[in-house]
């Protein structure tokens, strides 16, 4: 009787690991959370993972073509980047939300990506790639080693993230300066976006770019290119290793990806109750990336601001199965990738002017948090500005970009010695 009693805890203990996600059984945990999903699955999970997507092909979308642009890449280039971002973004959630049953959100680094706008311009494809390949070899290092916290602790936060500003405010000044190519239609997305910001809309983007799409319409701004080809095709790109490129794109993107995407990405999921696998889910974002970088992939890792639609309450009230809005997310961003083509020609239709007005609005929280968080300490406020002003000077002595020496130039000035003055 005994041993019966015991081979039924024993059982009960291994379906309630599988059931919270807490087994090491990853293989069966998959398995049997894909054979609950559709029972488990919600008209309020669908919805979010839906809009989860939403918000990637409205604006993340937008910084993507726009470092493209600045980087001269061919057509071909532009739609496998988007494609392979969006296609392990998909893969990442679907994973992860089946293996530990929690809705983990898996998006492209945007930090990453706003770094390349102004970093193509100095380095080629070829060096991107063989830089995206350091951050993922970089990750699986600090996954298998949990070195995420020593590293945190010797770049003062506040740094990272002055800059991170230095390195969005161009895009938020390009909105402004979009108003003398489009004045009224810049002027309605903009009040568009503050009305949604106001009235507490979840994704205010979305009905900024539905108003900015109705109006390109009506005001005749459309316009209509012939697209040759509709799958994508993935294509190897050689990397080319280089001081100057690890410097000055590894470095920036492997401390801004810890600093904005994994480890608010781990509070969001904590404030919703959830433990996060925080080394399972930085060595499957290391080894995703580290796959696909050839084919021009910049990362993939934990969202942050689009998680917060797939993990509250709101998305499903019943915490043990909001997982199914991970796996819809990951579905929704399969699919837009297998579009990824028509997608980039909807985009490629809107005047300029949308464009960068989409992307100055779609990172000014990002932005503003940023500028925050950066001051938030009173003793180190001068030296978070002198990260800040020296990113966006744009200066590159030795060849090395002004994101490194603002970086450089926070660390050394933060560590002079404060002195405590006594009453």
């Avoid at 968080?373 to 500005?385: L, N, Y």
Wanted: include cysteine; proline fraction near 5%.
């Amino acid at each position: 009787m005994g041993l019966v009693e015991g081979f039924s805890r024993s059982t009960l203990r291994q379906m309630t690991e599988l059931y919270e996600g807490t087994t090491k059984n990853g293989l069966g945990a998959v398995l049997s959370n894909l054979k609950s999903f559709p029972k488990d699955a919600t008209l309020g999970t669908l919805v979010s993972g839906f809009l989860v997507v939403l918000v990637a092909v409205t604006g993340p979308i937008v910084i993507q073509l726009t470092a493209a642009k600045n980087g001269s890449f061919t057509d071909a280039q532009t739609s496998n980047w988007i494609f392979i971002t969006w296609l392990t973004s998909g893969l990442f959630g679907l994973f992860l939300s089946l293996r530990f049953r929690m809705p983990m959100i898996g998006s492209p680094s945007t930090a990453s990506m706003v770094l390349l706008v102004t970093s193509l311009q100095a380095h080629s494809i070829n060096e991107a790639v063989a830089s995206y390949i350091i951050v993922a070899v970089t990750f699986i290092i600090i996954g298998a080693t949990g070195a995420m916290r020593k590293i945190m602790k010797f770049i003062p936060h506040e740094i990272i993230m002055a800059m991170l500003a230095g390195v969005l405010f161009q895009f938020g000044v390009q909105i402004f300066t979009s108003f003398t190519a489009e004045p009224w239609l810049v002027f309605i997305m903009v009040l568009v976006f503050f009305v949604a910001r106001r009235l507490n809309v979840r994704t205010p983007v979305v009905p900024v770019f539905i108003v900015g799409i109705v109006l390109t319409v009506a005001l005749g701004k459309l316009q209509f290119n012939g697209a040759d080809l509709f799958w994508v095709h993935p294509q190897f790109i050689q990397p080319d290793f280089t001081w100057a490129s690890a410097i000055n794109l590894a470095l920036p993107m492997v401390l801004a990806t810890l600093a904005t995407q994994y480890a608010p990405g781990f509070t969001v999921l904590r404030s919703a109750k959830y433990q996060p696998p925080i080394k399972y889910s930085i060595l499957t974002g290391g080894f995703i990336s580290l796959f696909t970088a050839p084919f021009g992939n910049t990362g993939v890792n934990t969202s942050t601001i689009t998680a917060n639609i797939a993990v509250g309450e709101h998305a499903d009230p019943d915490k043990t199965t909001r997982y199914t809005a991970g796996v819809l997310c990951g579905i929704f961003y399969i699919t837009a990738a297998v579009f990824t083509i028509p997608i980039i020609d909807l985009f490629n239709m809107l005047p300029p002017a949308m464009i960068a007005t989409i992307a100055g609005l779609a990172l000014m929280p990002a932005l503003a948090n940023s500028l925050h968080e950066s001051v938030a300490g009173v003793q180190g406020r001068e030296v978070a500005m002198a990260t800040l002003l020296i990113t966006i000077s744009g200066i590159q002595p030795l060849g090395l970009g002004s994101p490194f020496w603002g970086l450089v130039a926070g660390v050394v000035l933060s560590a002079i010695p404060l002195r405590t003055l006594k009453n």
